[in-house]
């Protein structure tokens, strides 16, 4: 089949920004991409690694790429609610009050260390997620588009984190789990600190915005025209209704879920430069769009059941669609 009609452009731009960030990050391709298809469906992606694998660097490598406005929220246990949505502030010399932006009015918004702040915080990030809006005295404001939360965190077993509620973990369209590097990797991020690297200095490395609010938009009405087939989201469907099934799981995917797998195979086969998605497709994000989704019953825990098993046991079970 032949490729997506007037998308070159916005492609071309796409794989400039992986080139901007390749400058910097090393390594690290498919917390890349997940990142690139998160922006393509207007989704949010959190980042889980132990630190010092560049989490932080993506996203600041990424927002430095693109001709958008961001913002960094270092989150804190002592954050409040207001300190991310803004909040209503009396001037004295009108004797009125006036609405203060919080950091969460803009395009990307790097949430840093998301789960060292308490519940009731991470909350604050609920509606903007979900809705693209904040609610302040119950008058909504539209956050600007693009609107894209990219939040790095601890592995939850870390002293002082507070594991996200599943009702935050699914506002997350994918999570991306960034591994310590190979040796080889390893050892070309050390050569580039021994010549002078300063992670802190993008601008140093030649990081120079190279996409904007257009582009990605282009990119994102293009991927919305990728055909997927009747089978293939009778295929995502049967996926969802099979973790609902496990026995291991007290929680399987939702609807949002099975949506959310169809929205990033959409991405993902476009990327691939094709115009229709494949089960090839579907399975390559299955676990980043639905593991975190998932929770595992207390008898499973103790037995040491991990959540990927039980979701490719999930996927060996349903037929796969020719």
Do not use: C
């Not at 954050?79 to 803009?106: A, K």
């Not at 997927?228 to 996926?239: K, Q």
Request: net charge negative; aromatic share 4%.
């Amino acid at each position: 089949m032949s490729d997506l009609p007037a998308d070159q452009s916005a492609r071309a731009a796409l794989t400039a920004v992986r080139a901007e960030v390749s400058k910097v990050v090393v390594g690290q391709d498919a917390a890349v991409t997940g990142v690139l298809i998160a922006l393509l469906s207007g989704g949010h992606v959190l980042l889980e690694g132990v630190p010092g694998v560049a989490k932080t660097l993506l996203v600041r490598t990424l927002a430095a790429a693109l001709s958008v406005k961001a913002k960094r929220v270092q989150f804190t246990p002592d954050l409040m609610p207001g300190d991310l949505t803004g909040s209503l502030v009396f001037e004295r010399r009108t004797g009125e009050f006036t609405f203060r932006e919080g950091p969460v009015f803009t395009n990307l918004l790097l949430a840093d260390e998301i789960n060292r702040t308490p519940p009731k915080t991470q909350a604050a990030l609920l509606e903007a997620m979900q809705e693209r809006q904040v609610s302040v005295e119950g008058e909504p404001r539209p956050l600007p588009d693009p609107f894209l939360v990219a939040a790095t965190q601890n592995p939850v077993e870390y002293e002082g984190t507070y594991p996200l509620p599943e009702a935050q973990l699914d506002r997350f369209l994918l999570k991306l789990v960034l591994p310590v590097p190979p040796r080889a990797e390893e050892v070309e991020v050390l050569r580039r600190h021994a010549h002078g690297f300063d992670p802190r200095d993008l601008t140093t490395a030649g990081v120079t915005p190279v996409a904007g609010a257009a582009d990605l938009a282009a990119a994102a009405a293009a991927v919305r025209t990728v055909d997927i087939a009747p089978d293939v989201i009778g295929y995502i469907v049967d996926i969802a209704r099979a973790t609902r099934r496990s026995p291991s799981l007290s929680l399987g995917v939702s609807p949002r879920g099975a949506t959310a797998l169809m929205a990033t195979s959409r991405a993902w086969a476009w990327l691939n430069e094709r115009s229709y998605v494949t089960p090839d497709d579907v399975k390559a994000l299955a676990h980043a769009t639905l593991a975190h989704r998932l929770s595992l019953r207390p008898e499973a825990e103790l037995e040491g059941v991990g959540v990927g098993a039980v979701l490719d046991s999930a996927l060996g079970s349903v037929p796969v669609p020719r």
